[in-house]
């Protein structure tokens, strides 16, 4: 889960400059808490509905925002190039958390740790999709050469949407091929089963059909 803030270049113009270099990209990480409580993985689940976070007007267990800064410098001699580039990362990353474990029996809270893990881990899988496609982007970006520096910054922009883009896609992937994950997961499993129990019961209570003779 997560949200992209757009990426600006802000730019100094440089003449006769030393070559610079690519720094990686740079990031800092806050988690964050919305406290849960119930007797049951039923219960645990209906207040994470409640109280979890939206994306993209969406309910969700957990979260993970990114915003940035990028900012660098030119050097303009035959062609304009980037001197240098900066990017860096603020991530807030935000998780369900159990008030108290008071009621839950044991199966359900050693379940629910295993969930609680599973979701910090994926939000930080979407924190290294991130910069991983800005490693990407820094370095097509240092690349490019052009014959003014208006035309430069133009191209890096462009880069940049290009990465936006194809970063939302990887992480629109992740989350596809994660929901099987989930569905599997042994918390989610005991989540269900008192529902499939009801299912089967009203099954049974249900009488059965009578066939009936073709006409034909």
């Given at each position: 889960m997560r949200a992209w803030s757009a990426i600006a270049l802000a730019a100094a113009m440089l003449a006769g400059a030393c070559a610079g270099a690519m720094a990686a990209p740079k990031s800092t990480t806050q988690y964050k808490y919305y406290p849960i409580s119930g007797g049951s993985a039923a219960e645990l689940y209906i207040a994470m509905m409640k109280r979890g976070p939206h994306v993209n007007g969406d309910q969700a267990y957990a979260s993970t925002t990114a915003t940035q800064t990028l900012d660098g410098r030119f050097i303009r001699a035959s062609t304009c190039r980037l001197h240098d580039i900066n990017l860096n990362f603020q991530f807030t990353i935000r998780l369900p958390k159990l008030a108290s474990t008071e009621g839950l029996s044991k199966t359900t809270r050693e379940r629910w740790e295993a969930f609680s893990q599973f979701l910090r881990k994926h939000e930080e899988t979407h924190r290294?999709?991130?910069?991983?496609?800005?490693?990407?982007?820094?370095?097509?970006?240092?690349?490019?050469?052009?014959?003014?520096?208006?035309?430069?910054?133009?191209?890096?922009?462009?880069?940049?949407?290009?990465?936006?883009?194809?970063?939302?896609?990887?992480?629109?992937?992740?989350?596809?091929?994660?929901?099987?994950?989930?569905?599997?997961?042994?918390?989610?499993?005991?989540?269900?089963?008192?529902?499939?129990?009801?299912?089967?019961?009203?099954?049974?209570?249900?009488?059965?059909?009578?066939?009936?003779?073709?006409?034909f």
């Open positions: 290294s999709i991130w910069l991983a496609c800005a490693a990407d982007f820094e370095k097509r970006a240092m690349a490019v050469k052009a014959a003014t520096c208006e035309a430069a910054d133009a191209e890096i922009a462009r880069l940049a949407d290009q990465a936006r883009i194809a970063c939302n896609k990887k992480h629109d992937a992740f989350d596809a091929a994660e929901q099987k994950r989930v569905a599997k997961h042994p918390f989610v499993k005991l989540v269900l089963a008192p529902q499939k129990k009801q299912t089967a019961a009203l099954a049974a209570e249900k009488p059965a059909k009578k066939k009936r003779k073709s006409i």
